[in-house]
């Protein structure tokens, strides 16, 4: 078996005006928490280190810019890649990234239990739309913001396994889990920054928490892997971000939960090689998969 504590470490919300310096003294203090329940690796959410800022319609250039990081790490997030050495935890964490070629990605890194970047993703499912719609209470400007990622969905070797990372939205799409599965990937770890009011169809807002689940769950489920999705949660600025971080099993299964909609820890115990209970079994893609017959348009 390979058997191990992951960490789930939902935030709170992050108010507008907060500090980096602020929201990575909270996660180091969530980092402790993690690594005092025997945690091997803690997940942090998307866009960690500042207010969720798609929100709202900047223009000026230096107004955009001052939510991204151009270095990673850098003075700010040093002492989390110091802590995670010193306690010997990995981590996940979301952030902006502008690049010095000047391009902007919704981006996640993989940090192991040296305090070393081992895998980094940027978001290719950007929900959202591209300019200001004055018809929504708050913006959700993500395609304005963020390029699409450049790098493709991965799995990487990481603790005695294959770990693979997506972003939010992207959980959403089956062809996440599925592109994940196909690369080996036997732990999924996210972030999200979901808001409990959903313009376009307010009528689904009670059903947040349960599409969180359902997409997660599934995900897991239909590929046989086990996945840890973070939130940032609680009212920041004046929009309700939901709660209902979770740990899912290869069976789909919901192992942890978050109670809360604050700084919390959640943590559970995953073994990897329980993967092939479903792999091997139902979702054994090399017997039961029939890939030469999707995406078969066929006329009606
Ligand atoms: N947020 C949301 C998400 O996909 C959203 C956007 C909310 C889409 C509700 C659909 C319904 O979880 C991010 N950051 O992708």
């Keep these: 078996s390979r058997k191990f504590i992951v960490a789930g470490a939902q935030l709170g919300p992050i108010a507008r ?103 980094k993703y940027r978001k290719i499912h950007l929900p959202g739309h591209f300019e200001f719609e004055d018809w929504r209470p708050f913006q959700h400007l993500e395609k304005y913001y963020f390029e699409k990622g450049d790098l493709g969905f991965h799995a990487f070797h990481a603790f005695d396994g294959k770990a693979g990372m997506c972003i939010c939205n992207d959980r959403r799409w089956p062809e996440t889990w599925r592109s994940l599965g196909l690369a080996g990937a036997e732990l999924v770890v996210l972030g999200y920054n979901t808001p409990l009011h959903y313009p376009p169809a307010p009528e689904h807002d009670h059903l947040q928490y349960f599409h969180n689940e359902l997409s997660v769950q599934a995900g897991c489920y239909q590929n046989g892997l086990w996945a840890v999705a973070v939130a940032k949660a609680g009212n920041e600025e004046g929009c309700d971000l939901i709660g209902g971080s979770v740990i899912v099993a290869p069976t789909g299964e919901i192992i942890a939960k978050a109670q809360g909609v604050g700084d919390e820890v959640i943590t559970a115990e995953v073994d990897l090689d329980r993967c092939t209970e479903i792999r091997a079994n139902i979702f054994n893609f090399a017997m039961h998969r029939e890939p030469s017959d999707y995406h078969r348009i066929t006329a009606p």
Aim: proline share 5%; charged share 20%; net charge negative.
């Design 17 to 119: 005006d907060e500090s980096r310096a602020s929201a990575v003294a909270r996660m180091c203090a969530l980092m402790r928490a993690a690594k005092a329940r025997g945690a091997r690796v803690v997940v942090f959410p998307e866009l960690a280190l500042t207010t969720f800022f798609p929100r709202w319609h900047f223009t000026d250039p230096a107004d955009i810019d001052q939510w991204f990081e151009t270095e990673m790490p850098n003075a700010d997030t040093q002492p989390l890649f110091d802590l995670s050495r010193e306690l010997g935890i990995g981590f996940h964490l979301g952030y902006a990234e502008l690049t010095a070629d000047g391009h902007h990605y919704n981006t996640a890194i993989m940090v192991n239990e040296s305090g070393e970047i081992i895998g």
